[in-house]
């Protein structure tokens, strides 16, 4: 079973008159494991796409499988606790909290879940992201690599099964961007964790499993990258 599937993920926006598609069938499955990028022109709807796969919007039709479970069949609350539990969100915008340190702010989501958490998890999450010694900082202080680093730890402090990322390298520079994304790599082969991840920069997205290729809301294109072709492994 796929970790991750959508079914005739459509989704529109408006109504009659001025209706944007911005889905209009979407079918693709996702292995546990598997690191996938989306690609696409600006409003081709990877952003759409995304968030419907995160439960943070509902369809206008089709379905979002996670895990064996329809999130169009869950309530507000329910995919609310969810999300929380089982997907790890990674925006371009690194979204920290100002006034909460490193430490404070990857641990942040476990404390809105009242859970208790797994120090040494914690502590090897910080030790692959390389923040060692930056715990204490306020996010102000540290360099954007750092502070998605940061933002990565926050991610995976739940443990979840998928991590979602839309453009998490948005605001990094080039070399940046490749040590965010090694790391983002390592940590999920690590843990186990499935990865979809949007980008705008095919060099990323030849570091990844297999992309897929978005246009006004339909999937253009399905194909391993060129280092896996090469290789023969597709
Ligand atoms: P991408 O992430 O590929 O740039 P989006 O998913 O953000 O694309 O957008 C797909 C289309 O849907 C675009 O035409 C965009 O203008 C439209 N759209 C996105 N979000 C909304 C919204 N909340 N309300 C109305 N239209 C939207
Ligand atoms: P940034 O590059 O984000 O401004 P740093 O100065 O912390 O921040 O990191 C510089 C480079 O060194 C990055 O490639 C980072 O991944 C790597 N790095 C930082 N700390 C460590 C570490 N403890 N072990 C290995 N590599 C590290």
């Given amino acids: 079973m796929s970790i991750l599937q959508t079914i005739n993920l459509t989704k529109h926006y408006g109504k009659e008159g001025n209706l944007t598609k911005a889905l209009d069938g979407i079918s693709l499955r996702v292995e546990q494991g598997e ?15 995304l968030n419907m796969m995160g439960g943070l919007d509902y369809p206008t039709a089709g379905q979002v499988i996670v895990d064996g479970i329809d999130l169009s069949q869950l309530s507000d609350d329910k995919l609310t606790v969810f999300r929380r539990r089982n997907i790890g969100f990674v925006f371009q915008h690194f979204n920290l909290v100002p006034t909460l340190n490193v430490f404070e702010n990857i641990v942040l989501p476990l404390q809105l879940d009242g859970a208790k958490y797994d120090k040494a998890y914690i502590k090897e999450i910080i030790h692959l992201l390389h923040l060692e010694g930056k715990e204490e900082n306020l996010p102000g202080a540290l360099s954007g690599g750092q502070q998605q680093r940061v933002a990565l730890g926050r991610a995976l402090a739940t443990k979840p099964a998928i991590i979602l990322a839309d453009e998490p390298t948005g605001n990094l520079d080039s070399k940046t961007s490749f040590d965010v994304m090694g790391l983002l790599k390592l940590s999920a082969q690590r843990f186990g964790q499935t990865i979809v991840m949007i980008t705008h920069n095919d060099e990323l997205a030849q570091m990844t499993d297999r992309i897929v290729r978005i246009e006004d809301g339909i999937i253009k294109q399905r194909k ?4 896996h072709a090469v290789k023969g492994e597709w």
């Fill in 224 to 227: 391993a990258p060129l280092s």
């Fill in 35 to 49: 690191f996938v990028s989306i690609v696409g022109t600006s409003g081709s709807g990877k952003s759409t796409l």
